[in-house]
C-alpha cells in the first residue's frame, strides 16, 4: 500500500510545447502537485513545515514512454520504495487515463533538510506516514530447504518470477524490481549462509547442487510449478545448474551480468586469496577488496549510496557462507553447452561498464540461446539493477509482458 495514494491531474495548454505534448518543465511540475495533493489529501501540506524541515531533491531520473496533450487527464501513482535515516527514494509512474497507456516513470530521491540546509534524520511523523523502511518493511517467509531455513521476499501475484542474488550481495539487490514489477510474482531468496538463511559451518554444506535445489524447494513451498528465473552473476551460476538438474521448472531466462565460462587459474588463485581474506578479517574486508571492480566510475561518482547498501548486503553473509560461496565459484563447470541447449525466452542484460561479465561476454552468451535477445543497460557496472534500476526494471518488465 503507498501513503500517497493515486492522484488525476489534467494537462493544461500552457505546459505542452509548440507541438502541443507535455513538456519536461510540466511534467516535473505536474509530479510535485500531485506529491502535495496527496499529503494536503492526507496528513496536511505543512506535514514538513511543521516538523522543521524540507524535503529536497538530490535525483531525478525519469524515463519518457509515451506523449501527453493538453487535456489529457492523468494519473499518478507515487510509491516509496527507498527510505534511510535522511533520505528517501519515490517512484511516480505516470499514466494516461483515457487509456493506461504509461506516459512516464520518475524515481526521485529527497534529502529531509533542516532550517539551515543541512541533511536531518527524518522526524518521526513523517517516517510514520511513509511506512516502515524497506528492510524492515517486508518480512520474508522461512522456506525449509534440504538442512536450512532460507529467508524469502515473496511479493504480489502473476507470472511467478524467481529473483536469485550475487555474491556477495543478498536479495535487496533487486529491491527496485521487487518494489515496482507489481505485475509479477516477485520471490527473492536470500541463498543458505546469507542474511537472515540458515548458515551451515562447513564449507561442503555449500555446492552448485545445494543452492540450485533450494531454488526449487523455494519454488515448491510457494507453490510454484515453472518460472522465469532471473540471476545476477552467482544467481546466474546457480541456474545454470538448475537448468541441468530441472529444467522443466522453468518458463523464461534472465541472465544479468553473468557468463558461462569456468574460473581461470588466475581468477581460482583470487578465490583462494579471497578465502584468506574471509576467514582472517571477515566479509568488510572482503568487499573492500570486490568494490572497485563492482561499480561503474558514474556509480561510484554520482550515487555513493549504492557503494553503501552493497557493503551492507556483504555484512550480511557469514563467513562460512561467503568460504562456501567462493569454493562453489572457483570450481563451478563450464556452462556453453548448457546454455546451447535452453528452449525458452531468455533475456540477457548486461551493465556496459561490467568488468567482470563485460557487454562483449553477454552478447556472445545470447548468441549461445536460439532466440536470446541481448540488451546493455547503459552507465551500469557488474550490479545493473542496482545502478540502473529504471533501465533495468524495464528491460525487464517489456521482456515479462511478451512471455506466453
Ligand atoms: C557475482 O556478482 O556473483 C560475482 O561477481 C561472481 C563471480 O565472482 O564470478
Known sequence: MTPFGTIELTVYPYECDAFGHLNQAALLTLLERARWDALARGPGMDLFDRNGVWPAVRKATIEYRAPAFARDVLRVETTVVGRGTTSMTLRHVVRRASDDATVAEAEMVFVCIDRVGRATPIPDEIARFLGPRASGGHQPIRVPAGDVELAVDVRGEGLPVLFVHGFPFDRTVWRHQLATLSRVRRIAPNFRGVGNSGAPPGADGYSLTRYADDLVAVLDAVGVRQAVLCGLSMGGYVIFELLRRHPERVKALILADTKPDPDSAEAKRGREELTQVARRDGQDAVIERLLPRLLAAATQATQPEVAGQVREMAHRWSVPGLVGALRTLRDRPDS?????????????????????????????????????????????????????????????????????
Not at 561476454?361 to 545470447?366: I, K, V
Request: hydrophobic share 45%; proline share 12%; glycine share 8%.
Open 336 to 404: 556453453t553447452d548448457t546454455l546451447r541447449g535452453v528452449r525458452v525466452p531468455t533475456l540477457v542484460l548486461v551493465g556496459s561498464e561490467d568488468q567482470i561479465a563485460p557487454p562483449d561476454t553477454g552478447r556472445a552468451m545470447a548468441q549461445l540461446i536460439p532466440g536470446a535477445q541481448c540488451h546493455v543497460v547503459p552507465a551500469a557496472g557488474h550490479i545493473a539493477p542496482l545502478e540502473q534500476p529504471l533501465a533495468t526494471s524495464r528491460a525487464v518488465a517489456d521482456f515479462l509482458r511478451a512471455i506466453p
